[in-house]
């Protein structure tokens, strides 16, 4: 029986890797720096997890190894943009001549052999993906998902699959141009909001990746029509690209095939989760539908289905006090405003307490102009730290959450640096214990803030 080795086992990528690798009959292991969630759901799925990087964890008969993208990140104490040294279980395996594998590189062994319909975006892509997956999965075609979250019509899981059908959306992630290990039949294109300015030199280059996607797609493009970088990136592209695939504008109320100029409405649809955002993310969705074949009544019920997933505007609880906990994974400025909108839209009658922990340094640096207004309409910010990743010295330095702070308070007065997550913690409680059935406390970011959902007592 082949084996698979996974190194940042609790990654929601990788993670997804292991799954569809365990369901083909593969014996799968795996380890990570930290206990999580998903690390935790692997071990009750039956994977051999461990918590540490070592030897020991590789096992003899590995076949392939499928890693995280950070495991080239210094480990044992070596400090953010120093000297970092290879992991020890990568480095076990190439000496072993094991088959090695990125995570963007297998999920592309996996399904660019497929009719692929990959979904990329500077923000958007883990919902749209999500509703195409519960729309595919609901249809007479079917189709497999591999998605960055979990899904309540996954059964909790980032992975669909459906072997009735060779159809496979997926997540496409542009960071460091990693979509381009994927020759997608249709490319959806949710945004392009210049973002990961830490790899990326301007918003041009960030433009040109997703131009060099378009390129590698084989038949179709779905992208919004209300986008301004989906606008200059059509206009980007030579008469030739134009013509070869077929492509389609997309806004709130229809849809229009460019070749042909045809608009087709698309109706309202009822969906469960609110905001204008997920709207249009949904109709997104609806247009592929139309692309692979999908009856009209199919679409509007697959869409309709779609019930939200794990850290997108998610519904943790309720107090014993009768306040609501949210949970968002949102973490770039053009994010952040449609969550909250929705959520205010939502319960108009309560307070909205953030608890946004900024994701990395260098984007917080960079688009500080654009965080700073980017609460104005909630109630209360409480801001624990700033989780680093991939940051230099010199952005841990400058990019404090003091100075984040002060560049907020102009635009809003009631913000705090709460120190770290313990102490956000007690600044929650104590509100809540205060405070009955007053707030919506939405804990919002990509990295350890989302643990505060365990530190507080909810009902479901």
């Known amino acids: 029986m082949p084996h698979l080795h996974l190194i940042g086992a609790g990654g929601i990528g990788v993670s997804a890797i292991g799954r569809y690798y365990k369901h083909l009959g593969w014996t799968v292991s795996g380890s990570d720096s930290s206990e999580s969630e998903i690390t935790r759901d692997l071990v009750r799925e039956g994977f051999d997890i461990h918590i540490g990087h070592r030897a020991e964890n590789l096992p003899e008969n590995t076949e392939l190894l499928v890693h995280t993208e950070g495991i080239f990140i210094a480990e044992a104490g070596i400090a953010h943009g120093g000297a970092s040294r290879l992991n020890v279980e990568l480095a076990l395996a190439q000496s072993r001549g094991i088959k090695i594998r990125s995570y963007p590189q297998a999920l592309g062994d996996i399904t660019n052999s497929t009719h692929q319909v990959a979904v990329a975006g500077s923000h958007g892509k883990s919902s749209t993906t999500s509703l195409l997956g519960v729309m595919l999965a609901n249809s007479s075609i079917g189709g497999s998902t591999i998605v960055g979250t979990k899904l309540q019509q996954f059964w909790g899981k980032n992975l669909w699959i459906d072997e009735r059908s060779d159809w496979f959306a997926i997540e496409a992630c542009e960071y460091k141009r990693h979509?381009?290990?994927?020759?997608?039949?249709?490319?959806?294109?949710?945004?392009?909001?210049?973002?990961?300015?830490?790899?990326?030199?301007?918003?041009?280059?960030?433009?040109?990746?997703?131009?060099?996607?378009?390129?590698?797609?084989?038949?179709?493009?779905?992208?919004?029509?209300?986008?301004?970088?989906?606008?200059?990136?059509?206009?980007?592209?030579?008469?030739?690209?134009?013509?070869?695939?077929?492509?389609?504008?997309?806004?709130?109320?229809?849809?229009?095939?460019?070749?042909?100029?045809?608009?087709?409405?698309?109706?309202?649809?009822?969906?469960?989760?609110?905001?204008?955002?997920?709207?249009?993310?949904?109709?997104?969705?609806?247009?592929?539908?139309?692309?692979?074949?999908?009856?009209?009544?199919?679409?509007?019920?697959?869409?309709?289905?779609?019930?939200?997933?794990?850290?997108?505007?998610?519904?943790?609880?309720?107090t014993i006090h009768g306040n609501l906990v949210m949970s968002d994974y949102g973490h770039h400025p053009s994010e952040l405003k449609p969550t909250f909108a929705a959520i205010k839209q939502q319960y108009p009658d309560r307070e909205l307490v953030v608890i946004f922990q900024p994701h990395q340094a260098a984007r917080t640096r960079a688009l500080l102009a654009d965080f700073a207004i980017s609460f104005v309409d909630v109630d209360q910010v409480i801001i624990p730290n700033i989780y680093l990743s991939r940051d230099t010295e010199a952005d841990i330095a400058y990019m404090t959450v003091d100075r984040l702070v002060n560049a907020i308070l102009p635009h809003q007065k009631n913000v705090r640096n709460a120190g770290d997550i313990s102490h956000a913690i007690e600044i929650v409680l104590q509100l809540d214990a205060m405070n009955h059935e007053k707030y919506v406390f939405l804990i919002q970011g990509a990295g350890s803030v989302d643990e505060i959902r365990y530190a507080i007592p909810v009902k479901p």
């Open 179 to 318: 979509f381009l290990e994927y020759t997608p039949f249709i490319t959806v294109i949710t945004n392009i909001d210049v973002d990961h300015l830490d790899y990326y030199k301007d918003e041009a280059d960030y433009l040109t990746a997703f131009v060099s996607l378009v390129q590698q797609t084989k038949y179709a493009v779905v992208l919004s029509a209300l986008d301004a970088g989906c606008v200059k990136l059509f206009d980007q592209l030579p008469a030739s690209e134009k013509q070869r695939l077929k492509w389609h504008w997309v806004t709130m109320d229809e849809y229009t095939e460019v070749s042909t100029g045809i608009s087709t409405s698309i109706p309202h649809l009822h969906l469960k989760v609110p905001g204008e955002h997920l709207r249009l993310d949904a109709n997104l969705a609806y247009t592929v539908g139309a692309l692979v074949g999908m009856a009209h009544e199919e679409r509007i019920r697959g869409l309709e289905a779609y019930g939200g997933s794990w850290r997108r505007s998610e519904i943790v609880g309720t």
